[in-house]
């Protein structure tokens, strides 16, 4: 397969539009990150975007979904975009956004790239959301913080390093981690359910990091 493989073009896709995580909301602020971080987004619902003739034109994924299935070729042109195309000296840049723990559920090979599958979680609340590796560049700018958001109960699939955790009763939980897939990298975050929490400071520096890290980019 050629490289056709445009430099900096960044697929957002999100959708279906629920009551829970509006696209029409949430992709107009995702734009203005994406375009704020240097980079140029492509919004889209459009899941046939994902195999591999379209995938290649992308050179990273922003996912933001909160449903859909996986076909086996959109599967296939989704795993394969991160790991790496043959000839291909690197892997695309992949974040997993919130909904995207709900989305292609029928997927385990998807569930194990970005290192979560989605249970269920508690009503909206405040969060204390605390650093776990204060070095890490995708935690550039970014202290410890509270947000009103939903915190994802999940089912791990390390391993990953992770970044971000909340405080739930006696537990500390993952809700932001890093990971390499193949050739790629994948950042997941699995806070910003919808226009507030994404207009949030600490998610507006964490977003843009993770987007310059997942591609490889300079901070």
Known sequence: MGLVMKEKQILVLGGPIVQYHDFAEIGPVLREIILAAGFFPVLSEDTSELVSENIQA?????????????????EKGLLQAIIGFPGEEKGRGLIALHGAAVSFGNSLAYQRMIGARFL????????????????????????????HDEFYMLEYFPPFKELLFGHYGEFSLPLAWIKPYGLGRVFSLMLGHGKEQLNHASMISLLRNGLKWSLGSEL
Request: hydrophobic share 35%; glycine share 4%; proline share 7%.
């Open 58 to 74: 992308y050179h990273g994924i922003l996912l933001c979904s909160s449903g859909y299935e996986l076909s086996p070729e959109q």
């Open 120 to 147: 269920t979680h508690p009503e909206m609340a405040h969060i204390s959301i605390s650093l776990a590796n204060k070095n890490h560049p995708v935690l550039d700018q970014v202290d410890n913080f509270i947000i």
